[in-house]
């Protein structure tokens, strides 16, 4: 069964479950008594486990079994969940993800759960003695019609009715004398409505040590606590409002019927969606990258020909293909909650581990990215989130002293801009001490003395970025190997992104990523030295420029210009790609400059001539040349010459 055609359907609907109750049980810590949450992380773990006895999966249909037990005890409101039994519940949910990945790479999903159920047992032990408590309570004083209305009229006299349960030592040896004691002390503070079990066999001591009462009193209870206390061998007190049992009751119907109107209301909005394989989006979108391709072909024969009803149908195919760019592009696009929603859990588990008190803030996560990106983009966010959370947030007695919140805020924050998404990291964490980054850097001989004297504020901050560079003072689980900020940017600039940082000291710390929409269809500027035609990402462009051989300075052995009132150098391509040349280009009396961009720096890209603005399809190098310098890819261009992408991120240094 388990080698079925419905294998992979259980293992995408799994994981979704898996995420939903991870989703709501972070909901559920903050307030543990919303019981429809309660109900939805129920019907999820139910769901599992009768996907995973259908798919005879044994051990995971037994462990989510044990979670819905959990969960019910939870549901019945019999006991409040507490930050210890949500690491266990958290703890066993991780526990079925790994499952799922196990039969996913194509195991059975077997694992040792008895740690996990006898963990999952403790806590619902408790619980249903409670339960089995609440019933038999629950059947000693269901009221009639005439024992309510004396209840009810009580309330309106300024009486509270209570149900006092009172249980006897063991000890005891006259438990009706006790029982005629407790009702004439109480006596004297209100009347007595109803006895469970009934004064008779009270009377003739028919009952084993405990039994309850309803009464109603204007006393508060602590007041009548004190007073049964004073009767000998009472053992213990237990009373309870009944108007607040009754409150609570309506409470919990309305809620109930707030979320069956909620959920006929999702039903309505729902909209009917199919899942598709996503090979054969990729297989898509491969061969409308050919249509392009064919299509530039099309259109300079077109315009070489000179032929209008040729020119025409071209003209319109062009609309049709843009349209359709569109629709494929979209399809291939998903909201970044598909990354964000796993981090939730992660600040939790490190926050914890830290001991640190840390709330986490999400917004803009139904951002869409194509879906290239959305896989690439997780473990680098990984990074800067535990890089906030170990360097940027203080300890609680440390934010305290600083006149802070004990609890420190991380930020996680996508948004749109022209043909970008940003994502943004921030905390109102300490800081980040810029002095103390360029020490450290030159102690770790990153930078020279020389070099830090002349750093502005964004260089001394992109130091965090270096091979190798850590201001931890000694290695943790979290951190301390000088291993991650680089990897988050190399990461995201072989996707085509730029990564900032900011800062205030004492206020916190901001680290923005500027990420391409798509990675397959992109638009160049294409340019040419001499033969040959490279492409030039128009996101990375800031303007175009002929420049006179009289506006170029040569300072420190490189060649620069003037742009709007700071300085740039120049970058000659030809050197850079050492195209063949029968001339010099340092001597040409003009130059055809692009000025590109890389956060907050620019660098002019010396070139022969602009050919002009064109959507190409970016192909990879492949596997034997992947590590060419500057070169991102490659595109087939109109006539069926290649021409080469250039990566302006590696020449901006």
């Known amino acids: 069964m388990a080698q079925s055609n419905y294998l992979q359907l259980f293992i995408d609907e799994g994981r979704e479950h898996v995420q939903n109750m991870n989703d709501r049980l972070l909901e559920l810590e903050k307030n543990p008594v919303a019981i429809p949450i309660i109900e939805e992380v129920f019907r999820s773990a139910h769901t599992l486990k009768g996907m995973a006895a259908a798919m005879e999966f044994q051990d995971l249909a037994t462990l989510t079994h044990a979670m819905e037990n959990v969960l019910d005890v939870l549901r019945n409101e019999t006991v409040i969940a507490t930050s210890e039994m949500f690491d266990h519940i958290f703890h066993s949910v991780d526990v079925v993800e790994e499952m799922i990945d196990d039969i996913a790479e194509g195991g059975n999903g077997s694992k040792d759960i008895d740690p996990y159920l006898v963990q999952l047992k403790t806590l619902t032990s408790e619980g249903e003695e409670e339960t089995a408590a609440t019933i038999e309570k629950t059947q000693l004083f269901s009221y009639d019609e005439f024992e309510q209305t004396v209840l009810d009229q009580s309330i309106e006299q300024g009486y509270t009715p209570y149900e006092i349960t009172i249980t006897l030592d063991e000890a005891t040896l006259l438990k009706a004398a006790r029982v005629h004691m407790a009702f004439n002390v109480l006596g004297d503070y209100g009347e007595v409505i109803k006895a469970s079990p009934p004064v008779e066999d009270l009377e003739e001591e028919n009952f084993d040590y405990t039994f309850t009462i309803a009464f109603i009193s204007k006393s508060s209870m602590e007041d009548l606590k004190a007073i049964l206390y004073k009767v000998s061998e009472i053992a213990s007190v237990h009373i309870e409002a009944i108007a607040d049992r009754h409150i609570q009751r309506e409470e919990k119907t309305q809620r109930k019927e707030e979320n069956d109107a909620k959920s006929v209301t999702d039903k309505k909005d729902t909209k009917r969606t199919i899942k598709v394989n996503v090979e054969r989006l990729d297989m898509l979108m491969n061969l409308f990258e050919e249509w392009i391709v064919d299509r530039g072909r099309l259109q300079r024969s077109a315009h070489e020909l000179q032929n209008q009803a040729l020119t025409e149908t071209v003209e319109r195919m062009s609309r049709i293909s843009a349209d359709l760019q569109t629709v494929i592009l979209n399809m291939r696009m998903m909201p970044v909650e598909n990354v964000f929603n796993r981090f939730p859990r992660m600040v939790r588990k490190v926050s914890k581990d830290l001991g640190k008190k840390v709330k986490m803030e999400i917004e803009g996560e139904k951002t869409e990215l194509d879906r290239s990106i959305i896989d690439e983009i997780g473990d680098p966010l990984v990074h800067l989130l535990r890089n906030s959370l170990d360097h940027g947030i203080e300890l609680p007695e440390e934010r305290m002293a600083a006149g802070k919140n004990k609890e420190g805020t991380v ?25 103390k980054l360029v020490k450290k850097a030159v102690k770790q001989r990153i930078i020279t003395e020389e070099e830090a004297k002349t750093m502005t504020d964004a260089e001394k901050y992109h130091l965090l970025f270096s091979s190798g560079f850590s201001t931890a003072e000694e290695i943790t689980d979290v951190s301390g190997r000088g291993v991650g900020l680089d990897v988050v940017r190399r990461t995201f600039e072989s996707l085509g992104g730029v990564v900032t940082v900011d800062s205030k000291p004492g206020k916190g710390s901001v680290f923005s990523v500027q990420l391409p929409l798509t ?8 340019v040419q030295l001499e033969n040959e035609t490279y492409g030039i990402p128009i996101s990375a462009i800031t303007e175009t420029a002929i420049i006179p051989e009289a506006a170029v300075y040569k300072t420190y052995n490189q060649e620069v210009i003037e742009f709007r009132g700071n300085v740039i150098p120049l970058l000659f391509l030809h050197d850079v790609f050492q195209v063949p040349s029968a001339h010099s280009s340092h001597s040409e009396p003009f130059h055809s400059v692009v000025i590109a961009q890389k956060g907050d720096r620019y660098a002019g890209l010396v070139v022969d001539a602009f050919i002009g603005h064109h959507e190409v399809v970016l192909k990879s190098l492949g596997y034997f040349l992947q590590d060419v310098f500057a070169i991102s890819g490659a595109t087939v261009i109109g006539d069926g010459e290649v021409a080469l992408i250039i990566d302006t991120n590696a020449l901006i240094k």
């Open 411 to 435: 930020r996680l924050n996508a948004y749109h801009s022209g043909n970008h998404v940003y994502i943004q990291v921030s905390d109102d964490g300490a800081g980040i001490d810029k002095e």
């Open 519 to 526: 990675l397959s269809i992109i638009e160049v500027l294409l």
